[in-house]
């Protein structure tokens, strides 16, 4: 139940508290003052789109605030707790905050439980919280969903248990035969895939190309195709560091530095300094006798026959080349390829064995969807009679005795999530018409009539704790109004009832009536919430009969008015 809004700077209302609490409460005003901003600030609280065209004029943001008391004991407290929890938000003692800013530049911002929070969060609450009912929601009620969803509401909890397991072996049945029926239609351009892969992985079996084979190729490639020139440079290094016969008798470095070395150790006792150089030139001395002997290591080493190792090289290289012009641009893709390839070919292979199991699987899940269905269509079509023998009553208490409704349950072309049913509400206004879908042949007044009716009898088994009802009434006056007026305050004793409205005759049953009053200072019109009662009230019904507050006769029948109201709740 909603305890009070808060509003500021939305539309023409610069601020205004709305007092709410149980029962029915009306909201009247004078046409432009702002009555329907109430019912876009509650929106704006239930998550609805954020429009920056809503704030004042002049103002850097509209706010809106609600206070909520969460009955723990209804039938929606757990699961109202849980969504603000998840939100990171509070319920104190059973108290519920929610608030909603809208910048002139259109940014919203939602708080949930004191805490900020997406604003899909606000919608879902208001799933739960409220229902609310304006003109685009009546016509709303012309469409064949939301016929279905308010026969599937008045069934009630045994039906919205049926219709989860119902969607849940509908959507894998639709699941499995959707991909069935891929597997079916692909069955030969997969299976000629299986064959090229086969292929192509016998190829890639027989080169076995290995990680890093293409660089060590080349380097062996590139090697073999300079084998003259290495051994030439090998071979002239070798002589010239320790030469086995030297040419035209000039020593060699190995020969040139052990000289050197004995001339220097020879004097070294006369110097100390010398001992440091004679043991650097030994030293170098065995570093040239080291390179000597891994040149002399290497000219053994060099093939001989390095024109054919290199021809069979070039046709290893030029076959991984092939490879990866076929699989991939690089022999790491296709090493991925091969390694991937044999898994798909798994996959492939396995067509067979699977289109068997989902045709199993497939049977089974159309078994299971046909009995749920079945029994979805017995509870609507069982509720559908109880249904439109209690909206045709409440019809008859709305000023049309003579009106019958009917809902019709009939088989759909073809299943879908919500059952295999085509659901339409037929209304016959009067004897002898035909019964013809609200969808067609409803005047605004009898659709405003069937939508309360509708909600009369869905309260008692699906109880809401908060109804809106925006100009409920519209297109329907005198008694029609007065029964209306009834309806709501039946409505009200099971649920809360928020309405707005521009008729005495459903103002009068409220047992909270606010005023949206209108004032300006000649440039910007701002709007205030005043709570009616006594002469105030009075005054407001008088305007609202005659158009004149202060009309004897308007005060008089306004007065009448209450006393009839106060009577037939009563």
């Known amino acids: 139940m909603i305890e009070e809004i808060g509003i500021r700077d939305l539309g023409v209302i610069a601020e205004a508290v709305l007092p709410l609490g149980p029962g029915f409460t009306a909201v009247t005003g004078e046409t432009g003052a702002g009555k329907t901003m109430v019912v876009t600030a509650l929106g704006l609280l239930l998550g609805a789109r954020a429009d920056a065209g809503a704030v004042r004029s002049g103002a850097k943001q509209a706010w809106v605030e609600g206070r909520w008391l969460v009955d723990p004991e209804s039938s929606v407290a757990e699961r109202v707790a849980e969504r603000v929890a998840e939100a990171g938000g509070d319920i104190e003692a059973g108290e519920l905050l929610l608030g909603r800013s809208v910048s002139a530049e259109g940014r919203s911002r939602a708080v949930v439980g004191g805490r900020s929070a997406p604003v899909g969060v606000l919608s879902e609450l208001g799933d739960d919280l409220v229902v609310v009912h304006g003109q685009a929601d009546q016509q709303r009620l012309r469409s064949a969903v939301a016929q279905r969803e308010a026969l599937d509401r008045f069934a009630g909890a045994e039906l919205q248990t049926l219709l989860a397991e119902y969607r849940t072996a509908f959507h ?323 649920s809360q009832v928020i309405v707005v409205t521009h008729l005495a005759q459903v103002a009068a049953f409220a047992t909270n009536h606010l005023s949206v009053v209108k004032g300006t200072d000649g440039q910007v019109t701002a709007s205030s919430v005043r709570q009616l009662d006594g002469a105030e009230r009075e005054a407001e019904m008088a305007r609202l009969l005659s158009g004149l507050a202060d009309s004897a006769s308007g005060l008089a029948h306004a007065r009448e008015l209450l006393e009839i109201a106060a009577d037939r709740a009563a």
């Open 172 to 494: 894998a049945w639709r699941d499995d035969a959707r991909e069935l029926e891929r597997l079916r239609q692909e069955h030969d351009d997969r299976a000629r895939e299986a064959d090229e892969l086969r292929e192509a992985l016998d190829e890639l079996e027989a080169a076995d190309p290995q990680p890093g084979e293409d660089v060590e190729l080349q380097e062996r490639a590139d090697r073999l195709s300079n084998l003259e020139d290495l051994r030439l440079a090998a071979a002239q290094a070798h002589e010239l560091v320790s030469a086995e016969s030297p040419v035209d008798d000039s020593p060699d470095a190995v020969t040139l530095v052990e000289s050197a070395r004995r001339h220097v150790e020879r004097v070294a006792p006369h110097d100390a300094a010398l001992a440091p150089i004679v043991e650097a030139l030994a030293n170098a001395g065995f570093l040239l006798a080291d390179a000597a002997a891994e040149l002399s290591g290497y000219l053994t080493g060099l093939d001989a026959d390095g024109a054919r190792e290199l021809q069979v090289v070039q046709e290893r290289r030029a076959l991984l080349t092939a490879l990866i012009r076929r699989h991939g641009a690089s022999l790491d893709d296709v090493l991925a390829f091969r390694a991937n390839g044999g898994l798909r070919l798994i996959e492939l292979d396995g067509d067979d064995e699977r289109i068997e199991a989902l045709e199993a699987s497939v049977a089974g899940l159309e078994a299971e969807v046909d009995r749920l269905a079945t029994r979805v269509t017995e509870l609507r079509t069982d509720a559908a009679g109880r249904l439109a023998a209690a909206v045709t009553a409440e019809l008859a208490a709305l000023a049309m005795p003579d009106a019958q409704l009917t809902v019709v349950v009939e088989p759909a072309a073809e299943p879908a999530a919500h059952g295999r049913d085509a659901v339409s509400i037929l209304l016959r206004p009067h004897p002898g018409a035909e019964p013809r879908s609200v969808s067609r042949g409803a005047s605004g007044g009898e659709l405003s009539r069937v939508m309360l009716a509708i909600e009369v009898v869905i309260a008692g088994t699906d109880p809401v704790p908060t109804f809106v009802f925006d100009e409920v009434d519209a297109g329907v006056g005198g008694a029609a109004a007065i029964e209306i007026g009834r309806r709501l305050a039946r409505l009200a004793e099971r």
